[in-house]
């Protein structure tokens, strides 16, 4: 079992930046997936970005050059620095890990980026 718990959420004005952590209940360096997912109310929950197989990363078209994700194995967090957001970008934001097959989702944090 893997408890995740995210922070950093809030309302910003377009063109600002936001970091989200996720902290994860027990060690993350043995977690090959781990990322960060987004649904905007009526939409599907689309991927945002996330590690892959050690640290590769995959990111949505949409906010390459703009979000990053890095990891602090140390501290069990991985982070998802959000830049020149745009109100595209107002969704719940979730945390997800797998580990041993099983798909686990944090509580979601809400950001909302006002034009």
């Known amino acids: 079992q893997v408890q995740l718990v995210e922070s950093g959420g809030g309302l910003v004005q377009a063109g600002g930046s936001l970091r989200l952590s996720c902290t994860a209940s027990?060690?993350?360096?043995?977690?090959?997936?781990m990322g960060w997912y987004r649904q905007a109310p009526g939409n599907q929950r689309e991927l945002v970005a996330i590690f892959t197989s050690g640290d590769s990363t995959n990111y949505a078209d949409s906010v390459k050059g703009r979000f990053t994700i890095s990891r602090d194995n140390a501290k069990n967090t991985v982070y998802l620095q959000m830049n020149a957001l745009k109100p595209d970008d107002t969704a719940v934001y979730y945390c997800?890990?797998?580990?041993?097959?099983?798909?686990?989702w944090g509580q979601g944090t809400q950001v909302t980026v006002s034009s």
């Open positions: 027990r060690s993350i360096f043995f977690l090959n997936v």
């Open positions: 997800y890990c797998n580990s041993w097959g099983r798909d686990y």
